[in-house]
């Protein structure tokens, strides 16, 4: 998670998991979302996360 006044690029992300991961590793797109379903315990609700609608870097 970001601090409301943070900033993150898609660039950003790929340098990152370029110094942290083996290349063949590195995603090779992120997707964004506002936030997750979740059980009442905090759990992420994997069926509905395929609901979610995406915003494309």
Do not use: N
């Amino acid at each position: 998670m970001l601090a409301d006044d943070a900033y993150l690029t898609g660039e950003d992300l790929i340098g990152f998991g370029r110094e942290k991961m083996a290349h063949y590793k590195v995603p090779k797109e992120f997707r964004l979302v506002k936030g997750v379903p979740r059980t009442a315990s905090g759990k992420v609700l994997r069926r509905k996360f395929g609901d979610i609608k995406y915003k494309q870097i």
